[in-house]
């Protein structure tokens, strides 16, 4: 089965770029999760969907982030403009349900650095 | 609110010796627990899992039991290997709250097994 996939696997753009990070879930999942990963903050979890829905975006950094899914099967993450400071590890994971027994399939991640 | 936290690395330790990696959370409602490990350059892959007090995960001679007394979830292997070396994150997911399908992760603790 396929897992998680994400693309770009790299990214390197110059401050000031939008960004665009897309994810493809495992077919059937129903839940969607973005995160950060840096050094300095460790694991953050970003924004997540249910059945294509945002449900909690609270961990959204600013209004420069903004997230989609527009079908069950493709979600995009977006920074406009970037900056340096969001460079970092983004990754996507996907789950089946929101049953507290269901772990997360994690994407490989999309290394963004800004310079 | 519920919170994992783990102890702080890096851990260090010779091919063949035992490892512990300390995990204590704090929930409210009954959450399953989780270990998930990341090795270099890739997402984080679901290492084992225990949904309910006194259950133990197992997977690849890891194990952890589910310790509702002490609010544990602690890591062992009996003898590492160099190709273990990678960061452990311990996490929690609750059912039947807002944060339903979210996960709460620890910092992760990264551990480096020499030959």
């Known amino acids: 089965d396929a897992g998680v996939i994400q693309s770009p696997r790299h990214e390197v753009t110059e401050m000031g770029q939008e960004v665009t990070l897309r994810c493809k879930p495992i077919?059937?999942?129903?839940?969607l999760f973005w995160y950060r990963q840096t050094m300095m903050r460790g694991l953050e979890l970003l924004i997540y969907?249910?059945?294509?829905?945002?449900?909690?975006d609270s961990g959204m950094p600013e209004d420069r982030f903004s997230a989609k899914m527009p079908n069950a099967s493709f979600s995009t993450l977006k920074i406009q403009p970037s900056e340096p400071r969001d460079s970092a590890v983004y990754f996507c994971a996907s789950s089946t349900t929101g049953s507290a027994n269901q772990p997360q399939h994690f994407g490989d991640g999309t290394r963004l650095s800004i310079l | 609110g519920n919170s994992v936290t783990q102890m702080e690395g890096p851990v260090t330790l010779s091919e063949e010796a035992f490892l512990t990696i300390n995990c204590t959370y704090t929930?409210?409602?009954?959450?399953?627990l989780f270990w998930y490990v990341q090795y270099p350059g890739e997402g984080l892959q679901l290492l084992l899992k225990a949904t309910k007090a006194d259950d133990k995960g197992s997977n690849k001679g890891f194990e952890a039991t589910y310790r509702k007394e002490t609010t544990s979830f602690h890591l062992e292997k009996g003898s590492v290997q160099v190709s273990d070396s990678a960061v452990y994150f311990c996490a929690l997911k609750v059912s039947g709250s807002s944060n339903t399908g979210k996960l709460i992760f620890g910092q992760g603790t990264t551990l480096q097994v020499k030959p």
């Open positions: 929930a409210t409602g009954y959450p399953s």
């Open positions: 077919s059937g999942h129903d839940y």
């Open positions: 969907f249910n059945n294509n829905v945002p449900i909690d």
